[in-house]
């Protein structure tokens, strides 16, 4: 096997470099509010939402036991929308303008002295099989300290794959670090963010470039060598690739993946509801056309199947001490559990005192605030998903969910704030490997 580093989820878009373009659905005209509501208030609603074929985008907790909900209006309903008399702040007035300033799908970045992809690559997002690219070429500048891996296949065939790296231990000589992102397709920073990279502001250039920054950087930055020296970790950027690449040439707000089923027309599984730790529960849905449809059984879709088989696999051997599910775009921390609000892990104290201070580092660089604590109770309920299956099924200590930016620009995030995002989750993934 062989995964991703601390890059959190390094680039993995995919669709080859002849074919950048994003996708043909449009949301020009579409204006995006956010809803505050009573939780219960919520479901009421949905019929309501569907007749106006609005788009719920993220949910989230607003002030005074309130929730909040980011709904995307098609412009033919945009005043029917209104009549409703609803609490709402209006975040955008035009989403297809606001997808157009994520900026068009870049080329390959050409290599630098040092023969790995320039930094270049974080101007811009690209397409997935670029992303394939740059995980082969990463890897190949560091032969000896680690590998590529494939964690199984989607359900169109294609590969979950990413990076395995070590230190002076050995391969597999230590407890896990795992992170998976872009679990939902249309959350494009999480395959982007890389909080290793940032090291190029700790070190000389052009010695540090991204991942070269491990072993350059495991010379020279005593956080880098002494996470890697502690730690086996494994990456797998984009765990939903079919998904991702029907995000960028489809559907921009594509959530789910791309499974097909009997006697239903719709498609997709939240493979963020598909594990077996709560499955089914609130938070998760079993219409086949919801955004968080949970499948009917555990693990019914191949891409949870296959990202469970890899957790057993990595717990069984060293054990696995950090899970952390990469997301947009909330920020916030997210322990466990999602599924329930009323239990937690026995050593939530110690998960509450290490996600306050990862939170205050990430806002030293930016003042970007992230809010922390047990999903179910700072965002809202979700049954069946990666972190509490983590948590009590594969025996990890601190499994974790963490929400990326922007509260402001939600999904479609521009390109120029890649760079800070990542910059400002490496400082808070320092303090987390050093202390945890």
Sequence with gaps: MAFFPFLLFIGVLSTTAATHHKSNTHFDGFQVHRLYVNPEDTSVLQATFDSLSIVELNHGRGKNNTSTLDLAIPPSHVEAFRALNLTTTILSDNLGMDIAAEGPLQDYPEFDADGVPSLSWFDAYHAYEDHIRFWSDLQASFPNNSELIQAGQSFEGRPIQGIHLWGSGGRNSKPAVFFNGNVHAREWITSMVSPLHPLIDYCPVPLCRFIDVDFVGYENDTAVRTALDNYDFYVLPV??????????????????????????TEIGTDINRNWSVGFGGDGSSSNPGSE??????PGDAPETAALMKFAQTLAADKGIKLYIDWHSYAQVILLSYGYTCDSFPENIDQQ?????????????SYNTTFDYGPGCLVLYQSSGNGRDYMTDAAGTEFGWGIELRSTSYGFVLPADQILPSSIEIWEGMKYLWANM
């Design 352 to 364: 509450i005192s290490l996600a306050r201070e990862t939170s205050a580092r990430i806002a030293q």
């Design 292 to 297: 968080t449809f949970s499948g009917y059984s």
């Design 239 to 264: 765990v939903n690739p079919d998904g991702f690449v029907y995000s960028q040439t489809d559907n921009r707000l594509w959530r789910k993946n791309r499974q097909k089923r009997e006697n239903t």
